[in-house]
């Protein structure tokens, strides 16, 4: 097949464009041809096969060839999709949204520029991974530690301009995000916070620096290519004690989100702790075929055989208490006497986890900031390896969390997948993350899949709740539901983008926000 | 004195525009003459008195009257200096930045829309004292605490717009703001995170909403006027414990910081606390003739008189633990011990002091949210009323901390002030704020104040140390200071005010932010 060229970039302008990226990063670092495989969706929805596939990639090995890349894009009109990791395998991985854009792939720019014990922060570059980061901090001795999501393998710096999340008080990942260095459209540098001061000391000790606080429009945007970033990493606790409270009803969920509230709240909760359910936890370390060799969603005979055989709940909670002994052994007093008020709910220390796998064991890791991608063992669940997640936010209230959890799975049941959904909880609202594995390679999987999701973003639009997050094969459609006012906010963000980007070449579709010559007609 | 006029616009123009104000927000909500006269910097510092003087002001009641105000000004070419509250003295008060603005004084937009006691969070409009929601609060009896700076009749809104900052663990103002509504300068109404959902249920819950998180533009700047803001409260702790260490030694200020760091990292010290100097703290209930008749920074000898009179140190460390006794407990625990090493350091609770008015007895009410104005009775330390604050960032080290105040300290007595100064604690920064009393009556004091504040600035960012928040007599000069990689940063500002505000009629000169149109030349 023939790599695709994007609107109005002939084959011609687009062949000079690649000619231009090889002099700067040298011909070994441009991409075409069968290589370019790597950066299709790894875990596509859409049946149009035409879409989402880059034209080339190119590899740059510092912000210098990132500007001079931006520049030639510009010059060339070239789209260009810059990708910090691209290990994003549910969001769309290393896919452009533009057909026939080249993936500026940023793999190449891994260096660790400093890990700062004293302050608890690093500075890293988009090609820093999780695992890199952790081998680092290990490697040296430093008493730290990281926040990590479940795919240990992705980028520091991506997660957190997407806005992800991971398990430990830091759990909010750009919340700790402090100070960026940021490519322009036009091929300028600007560092933000205290970085724009020639000399400082505290670019990645304080977020704000003087004047408007930018950092926020280079995250989920098309603004700009961010090449350095600042990250808090937690100081070592003097204590750490994970556990696990399981609740058998899936109904228990209304209550369990209510007590969850004041004590996040509180701080009694002191971490991003997750709820997930029934299956997600039993597939981190079974197969659906072990238990049942139906068709459809598993009978509920089967879920309490799953239960019993994992000593799981229908919903589990799954925190850590961090801190000295005096300390955590108040909170968890106040923990123990809130949820006992669920019925039948149970309470366990890694030491009371006999079976092997187990998820309190594996999550006792995540939860003290170990890379890992054990999480995504929920692929082989039941085979076909395609997964993509439904993330709408919700007030952290058991009314939302019971209706959330009935609209959702409600749906997902009836289009014939299981629900794998976790709660994960912020300070004041819960991301109600629902895992959809499907079959990758079933055309009509797929179709089921898309029209599912379509759904989802739908009914729970009109019920208030949006999504934080998306696969690039549903941005267009969860930013048309942000659309107060006539979409003023999306209207924004294309004057924004208008300014910082004219010729339209950085990452058009990102989060809803199309240039100016893309906006009206066929977009992709 | 007649009023002036902005470059450009002529008094037939403002005559008209002011006219169309009137017909918006009703002829007695338009000031001009002598009512004007309570829009100016109440402490100035330039001698040039024709500087920042405001030509009218007009009043809204509601966002749509702002909408129809920009529409005017921007027809006109007005400029339009929006306020919220108009209180933050040290900082220039209500007064424009570019002499012949029209202040748009939000003072009547005072609803408190929604306090929300199950999430914590307000949702309030711009004239918002924290007199105003505190009463409410306490009017409704609702288990909710305020996070306040010194000034009680200062605007919520305003205040986090400012990166402005208190004393409960709630205390960095702008990390606590969630959603906000914005005007933008061609009229239109833009809600952002969740906001941007129609019927959405988490627009106070969940800061980021879907794409670019653009809060942050809207803060310290002028790239649009905020209408409505949420602020997210702490909820009542089951227990607070107020607290005061005093160090008798200038040098202690290095080893306390360097004790003080990894107590803030690990959250141990849980609030933005502060490390206050002698004068500072004095002056909250004497005055400088009390203790010294003479001329110039107080001697040594009258240092120790204070420090023995008023039971306070050199330097003054208050903080506050809050939760229920095991916890707080544990952690005064370490807290004793860590700065025991000090040689010398005294340890007080509330019921410890006797003397009255006292600092911790004051604090103490401040450290859990009770707005008061109490902090400013510093301004007659030595009479002459008039105060201005310079506040570098500077890292969590003892040697950082010393040096700052050896060259802030130094300077400022140089010039004939006491030094009167505090670092408050950020989660890993030191704001180092001095006030600087001066006469404001004096115009040789007012010069002498100048060229200290000046070479203050300059030094500090030699040193790599950056100012968070100004006056507006300094915002230029400061702003030119963040100039790395050739002022990128400021010419990134300069593209997006240029994108959402093209003529230019917002606040110019906001944070050395000017639009395209007074870019060169006269500014002002």
């Known amino acids: 097949m023939a790599e695709p060229l994007a609107p109005g970039v002939s084959a011609d302008r687009m062949a000079n464009a690649l000619e231009r990226f090889r002099k700067i990063v040298g011909s070994e670092w441009v991409f075409t041809g069968e290589k370019v495989v790597s950066y299709h969706d790894p875990y596509p929805i859409s049946n149009d096969d035409t879409r989402y596939k880059a034209h080339a990639a190119v590899a740059p090995a510092a912000t210098e060839q990132v500007q001079e890349i931006v520049k030639v894009a510009s010059e060339f009109g070239v789209p260009l999709w810059p990708v910090s990791r691209g290990k994003n395998f549910a969001y769309g991985g290393a896919a452009p949204i533009v057909s026939g854009s080249v993936v500026g792939d940023l793999n190449r720019m891994n260096r660790i520029l400093e890990v700062n014990e004293k302050f608890g922060y690093a500075l890293v570059e988009p090609g820093v991974s999780y695992f890199d980061l952790y081998d680092h901090i290990r490697g040296r001795g430093l008493k730290l530690w990281l926040d990590v999501p479940d795919p240990g393998w992705g980028s520091v710096m991506g997660n957190a301009l997407d806005h992800g999340v991971g398990y430990t008080p830091y759990g909010d990942h750009f919340m700790m995000q402090c100070g960026m260095e940021v490519v322009l459209a036009n091929g300028e540098v600007v560092r933000t916070g205290m970085g724009a001061m020639p000399g400082n000391n505290t670019w990645q000790l304080f977020k704000y620096g003087f004047g408007p606080y930018v950092d926020g429009i280079f995250s989920q945007s098309n603004f700009g290519i961010v090449t350095k970033m600042g990250i808090w990493l937690m100081p070592e606790p003097t204590g750490y004690r994970p556990y ?18 004041p004590l996040r709240l509180n701080n009694v909760i002191q971490n991003a702790a997750t709820i997930r359910s029934l299956v997600l936890d039993a597939a981190i370390s079974a197969t659906r075929s072990q238990y049942y060799p139906g068709d459809g969603p598993i009978p509920d005979s089967v879920a309490k ?122 300070f004041r609202e819960l991301h109600h993350v ?71 070449i950085l990452a058009p579709g990102k989060s809803g926000i ?3 010559h893309m906006r009206h007609g066929d977009k992709a």
Chains 1, 2 share one sequence.
């Open 305 to 426: 055989a799953i239960m019993a055989d994992q000593e799981i709940g229908m919903w589990n909670f799954c925190g850590a208490l961090y801190g000295p002994p005096p300390i955590t052994d108040a909170l968890w007093t106040v923990m123990r006497d809130s949820f006992a008020k669920v019925p039948g709910a149970k309470f366990y220390f890694p030491e009371d986890r006999k079976r092997r796998p187990d998820i309190l064991i594996h999550r006792a890791e995540t939860m003290k900031g170990i890379p890992k991608l054990t999480e995504f063992n929920f692929l082989n669940w039941a085979g076909g390896g395609g997964h993509v997640g439904f993330s709408p936010v919700s007030p952290t209230t058991g009314e939302d969390a019971i209706k959330q959890y009935r609209m959702v799975s409600g749906r997902v049941r009836e289009y014939g997948f299981d629900y794998m959904g976790l709660m994960a909880v912020g």
């Open 514 to 516: 199309w240039p100016r």
């Open 244 to 261: 696990l409270i399981t609740f058998p009803r899936e109904e228990d969920i209304e209550q369990v989100v209510e007590i969850v509230r």
């Open 434 to 504: 629902t895992v959809i594995v499907y079959d990758r390679t079933d055309p009509k999987q797929r179709q089921r899949l898309d029209e599912l999701f379509n759904r989802l973003v739908q009914e729970a639009a009109a019920e208030g709740y949006g999504e934080y997050r998306t696969h690039i094969h549903y941005m267009d459609s969860i930013a048309g539901t942000y659309s107060w006012n006539d979409n003023a906010l999306i209207k924004m963000h294309q004057t924004i983008k208008d300014a910082l980007d004219p010729k339209g």
